[in-house]
């Protein structure tokens, strides 16, 4: 991570908490601590009012403070402040006005859309050269302290974990308040540290008292929990994870498996044919559903932030007849690349959260049975033909495993098309019907005229029966590439959902166009409107900025391209749920 760190680095580090208290035959002798502290580990100095991390970004690493003082910003900072000025909607006679105006040169720009990164007093951020990365500062950052409340972190004290260990944006902003020197740790080298058991009960005491709750009621089925309850709740709750983080690093090669292999290699969370003893909440990453399709597997839905697992087996367990045998678990669940969960015991979902979920939310086969009268349940309990009916009814809301029918295998094929290429994390993906499409490319030619003569997208990509879904930014749920920009010039919009490059602080890196597993982000060359490159005043190098797609979103009429569609052929459709795709579908057929 830091080829500059030496023995003697990691020495001094060595002598630091927590390091220092670190039982060093905790780790393998093939990943000794010291390594660790080399190889995953690398020493920032930070300037007063820099930006550290940023409200909204997506971070693979946690930061220690050495020395020097840090402010964590309680309230949100402005996008202007943060040098992310978001795109104004336009009018119907603003468009217009623009299409007809627009350069003749392609990925033409305005000098201060390419300069203002460079301390301009056009924005209250500015980047500067911090020794060999560069680095995003607030430029009256003390006026910025004295406005917005903060929470001071001095020497010893660790921010940033919880983002890099489950792959979620961060939650603050965090500034240097005086020089600092901070250890900047990756999330590789964080599990690993884990081994140590008070460095991992330190970061799990952590969680359960600043996070674990809040996440417990962003889940709908939890949010009329009494308070008391949702502590007993809380203090059961087991956090596991499956699989690998980085998952993009291995998407080109496993896309391209046949399903069957693919399904055996991905590691099983909860296996069919068990009693279910867990609620499984997945907290980050996906899930695959599958069945046992005589000698493989066959995909039945996929699964994944928010998604919940296991419900309708433990509901009906729970308010089961005496008499009657157990429900077991119908469909396996295997962890997609990666999938981070929260698994709440069967006691405790039974005591302290069944009796709080309105009967609207739980399964049909559960509502039904606590509506029923004693006698009934009795009546129901010897009803042997029933209870076998209920059993072999499937878990899943999209899929009805009830019947083999042609339009069943129809559905299981175009459920593994998409978890098997990773599709299942856009939430904006663009979707053409084949059978609709006349190839006149409309869609390309509108998406050229909305963005300075170059199209954000390249009518091709993989395709399953009648459908092609085209390479284009899906607004990933799981944006790996947020993961590592220097200046945070990518940023996910929180109104719209939109994965937005702010270019006028993007330095042209090209680390998320690496970093996107889908190929859907291009380093692009900027040009004057007279078509004379940009250069960079210090090296003389063209500059490059990320170009991706956008949706459109200063435009009234939405994303271009399935505005222009002359044949409804092409839908921008979200794809972490099956359910739209489906409906999409049934209407054309």
């Known amino acids: 991570m830091d080829a500059s760190m030496d023995d003697a680095d990691v020495l001094w580090l060595r002598s630091r908490e927590p390091f220092a208290s670190m039982d060093a035959k905790a780790f393998p002798r093939s990943i000794p601590l010291e390594g660790i502290l080399r190889n995953d580990c690398r020493i920032k100095r930070c300037e007063p009012g820099e930006i550290i991390v940023r409200e909204g970004d997506y971070g693979n690493s946690a930061f220690l403070v050495i020395a020097g003082s840090t402010k964590v910003i309680v309230d949100s900072l402005s996008p202007d402040q943060m040098g992310r000025s978001s795109p104004k909607k336009l009018s119907w006679f603003q468009a217009f006005r623009q299409f007809l105006r627009r350069p003749k040169v392609a990925e033409a720009r305005l000098p201060e859309q390419v300069t203002t990164a460079i301390d301009s007093p056009t924005t209250s951020s500015s980047i500067r050269q911090i020794d060999d990365r560069p680095a995003i500062f607030l430029q009256d950052f003390n006026a910025v302290l004295r406005d917005h409340a903060s929470v001071e972190l001095g020497p010893g004290e660790l921010f940033g974990e919880v983002a890099a260990m489950y792959r979620s944006p961060r939650t603050a902003t965090v500034i240097a308040a005086t020089e600092a020197t901070l250890l900047e740790i990756r999330w590789q080298g964080l599990r ?58 291995d998407y080109k090669r496993t896309r391209n498996l046949p399903v069957e292999q693919q399904i055996e290699s991905e590691p099983i969370v909860c296996e069919a044919g068990r009693v279910p003893t867990e609620l499984v909440i997945v907290r980050s990453g996906f899930g695959r559903l599958s069945q046992q399709y005589g000698a493989s597997h066959r995909t039945t839905a996929y699964l994944g932030k928010g998604h919940i697992f296991g419900l309708e087996e433990l509901s009906y367990n729970s308010v089961r007849p005496a008499n009657t045998p157990l429900l077991s678990l119908q469909n396996s669940l295997r962890a997609v690349g990666f999938l981070d969960a929260l698994f709440i015991p069967a006691e405790t979902f039974a005591a302290d959260i069944l009796p709080h979920v309105r009967r609207t939310e739980l ?123 220097p200046t945070g010039s990518i940023m996910r919009d929180q109104e719209t959902g939109v994965v937005q490059i702010h270019e006028s602080i993007c330095v042209g890196c090209g680390t998320c166009a690496s970093a996107c597993p889908y190929d859907n982000i291009r380093m692009a060359e900027v040009f004057d409107h007279q078509g004379r490159p940009y250069r960079d005043m210090t090296t003389d190098m063209p500059i490059v900025k990320a170009t991706k797609c956008d949706m459109c979103s200063k435009l009234p009429s939405g994303p271009a391209c399935a505005a222009a569609c002359p044949h409804d052929a092409l839908v921008r459709i979200d794809l972490t749920e099956s359910k739209p795709l489906q409906e999409w579908l049934d209407l054309r057929s």
């Open 363 to 485: 399964p049909e086969k559960a509502a039904s049975l606590l509506l029923q009268s004693a006698e009934q349940r009795l009546e129901m309990g010897s009803d042997r033909r029933q209870n076998a009916r209920k059993q072999n009814t499937s878990v899943s809301e999209n899929t009805d495993i009830e019947s083999e029918t042609g339009q069943q295998f129809q559905q299981t094929a175009l459920l593994e098309f998409i978890v098997q290429s990773r599709l299942n994390n856009g939430r904006q993906a663009m979707v053409i019907d084949l059978h609709r499409c006349t190839r006149c490319d409309d869609c390309v030619k509108a998406c050229s005229d909305a963005h300075e003569g170059n199209p954000r997208f390249v009518r091709q990509g993989v395709s399953h029966d009648r459908l092609q879904v085209v390479e284009a930014c899906m607004q990933c749920s799981d944006p790996v590439c947020m993961i590592g920009c």
């Open 192 to 249: 690993i540290l884990r081994r140590d058991k008070r460095f991992a009960a330190s970061m799990d005491e952590h969680y359960r008292t600043h996070w674990l709750n809040v996440h417990l009621r962003e889940v709908p089925l939890l949010r009329y929990l009494p308070e008391a309850s949702l502590v007993r709740v809380a203090e059961a709750t087991q956090m596991r994870s499956f699989g690998r983080l980085e998952w993009n690093a």
